[in-house]
């Protein structure tokens, strides 16, 4: 691997945002190949766990990812019930899916200010972090902490909403609601933005099924699949909801799916809180003392896609294997698709549209000449590269 | 499609080849495979009847070395988890990549982690542990201490 020395600021740079190494082989402008190399973050988790009992388990797999910090104590939650055959109460499920939905919000928000920060619109990137405070905020409330919730345990939740926050809780909803209308006004009208985002980076309904991608990267190529509906659990067949697809599979279809889901989410806090009103306060778990032998397949839909834990216990109380895929495990190798071909100047949006978790995982960039395997560009130097076309485009409207 | 009509059409289709097939909980199905198939049947399930991959997971057990193929159909919920048990000593088994590109990474990662070898493989070369581990210590088999 010669072109890792060539390069000046390793993956391990803290200024990166990413230890997963991404080359593109460039002829001129037009990306030729995506070539990648993982592993220099890789922690072991599932070994790990495997030491821990079932409840340490749960802060454990929390930490998996920052963002969707939730999600994996969801799948794992989902899991350890299958092979204990617990139903949880309503109250838990309600809550359980409130948890769910708000990070899918701030998650999608911080995806939108993500994306036009890699275009150039920084005022999108302020207003969409700005507008996802709030929601962070109501995660303090409810549970203390901004991220790591630590809400779920076998056989419930660990702390109750309070009918008494619920009205906070819609307060902010509405604030979101009103906010997410500004941001997709701004975004799916602006003519220079459906430049830059229109038939680039095309993922086909083959290429999802070929690489067997999830998340709103499949449902934007019209492949309709979401485990909240596909395969039932916690309060999502008590709601109405719908699941989001768009047809284009390019970049604009990935961000079209991701803020009309957030209209979704909202549709389901508010009918989960109302499921709320109506149940008794405290009733938030069932008591699991004995976790059996057996095997258990967890999955939850995570902002990014399908989340999906393997559990196989011997009656011990730890796990005897803990198998976990996180989505941008099957989505980040869909970059082969959706780079080659472009020009450099596309490859930024076009890896960042499927939103690879930035936050568990940090991400370096690097150019290379297709015939020389030089070193062209870095991260940073693509960024400011998608940034001037958005300006040229802009300037000749 | 049904758990019940699943299980009857993967036996149909492949006779003594499936050693066992059983719902295990409400929407789980538990197939018990013969080691030399599974490709042809990672290709009936992604090809005909379009289940999707999700992931596999590989075991050490006292038996040797278990490979858990999840399938998902997301048109019913359910998950088929297709089984097979490799002996400890040599463990291989034909790539699914052979089939679908989806199962490229994972089987790389297996052989990195658990020594497995998956046979023609279409992109062979490690994924993890490219310059950082020691060749032939593999960090998931039980065995592993240090």
Known sequence: MNEKK?????PYHPLQE????????????????????????HRGIEKLSESKSFDQSFFLVERICGICSTSHPFAFANAMEEIADVEVPDRAKYIRSIIGELERIHSHLLWVGLAGHFLGYDTVFMWAWKYREPVLDLFEMISGNRNSYAMFKIGGVRRDIENAKIAKIRGVLDLVKKKTDLLTGAIMDDPVIHARTKG?????????????????TARASGVDIDVRRDDPHAAYPLVDWKVITAQGGDVFAKAEVRLLEMYESIKIIDQCLKGLEKEKEGKIEVVVKNIPAGIGTGHYEAPRGEVFHFV?????????????????YVNIATFKKSCVGQTISDAAI????????YCCTERMAAVYDYGSGERMMNGIELVEKSKRRTEEIRRNY | MEKE??????TARFGDKILKAEIIKRNRILVDVDTNAILDIANYLHNDIHFRFIIASALHTKEGFEILYHFSDDKSGNIANIHVVLPHENPEIESLTQCFVAADWIEREMHELFGITFLNHTNPG??????????GVYPYRKDFTK
Not at chain 1, 350 to 357: E, F, G, I, R
């Open chain 1, 312 to 328: 196989k216990t011997i009656g011990t109380n730890s796990p005897a294997r803990h198998k976990i895929r996180a989505p941008s």
């Open chain 1, 350 to 357: 076009s890896l960042a549209a499927v939103d690879p978790c």
């Open chain 2, 126 to 135: 490690k994924l993890l542990s490219e310059g950082n581990w020691a060749e």
């Open chain 1, 6 to 10: 060539v390069i000046p600021i390793g």
């Open chain 1, 200 to 216: 680039v980076g095309i993922l086909s309904k083959q290429d999802i099924m070929d690489y067997c991608a999830v998340g709103p």
């Open chain 1, 18 to 41: 990413e230890p997963e190494l991404f080359k593109l082989y460039c002829e001129g402008e037009i990306v030729k190949d995506v070539k990648w190399e993982t592993g220099y973050n």
């Open chain 2, 5 to 10: 009509q699943f299980i009857e059409k993967i």
